[in-house]
């Protein structure tokens, strides 16, 4: 279980760290703060918003491991249907 905590939680700050790294520019620019204080706020905030990435590997881990695990992730809906095609999605227009 800590595995999956330690991937998790890995996982979402270089999600974070990816995501949002404008943020490191507005503080150094906007807020008056130095390059590097900038940059240990910006970090902070990764590790912050990583936090909820490191609960979900550790709820859904147990999940994974089982031999019902990837089949009940697939029936929980997240599964592709093609290209979205618009507000109109039944092929009569375009």
Known sequence: MAR????GY?????????LCNW???TLEHH???SSAVAWMLFTLFCLAKAVQMGVFGALSGPLM?????PPA????GWRS???IR???SNGSIG
Do not use: D, E, H, K
């Not at 999956?4 to 991937?7: A, T």
């Not at 890995?10 to 990816?18: I, L």
């Not at 491991?65 to 695990?69: F, K, L, S």
């Open 4 to 7: 999956q905590i330690i991937l």
């Open 10 to 18: 890995a996982a979402g700050f270089v999600y974070w760290f990816g």
């Open 23 to 25: 943020i490191q520019w």
């Open 31 to 33: 807020a008056g703060v």
């Open 65 to 69: 491991t089982r031999r019902y695990g």
């Open 73 to 76: 992730w697939r029936r929980s």
């Open 81 to 83: 249907n093609g290209p």
């Open 86 to 88: 618009g507000p109109v």
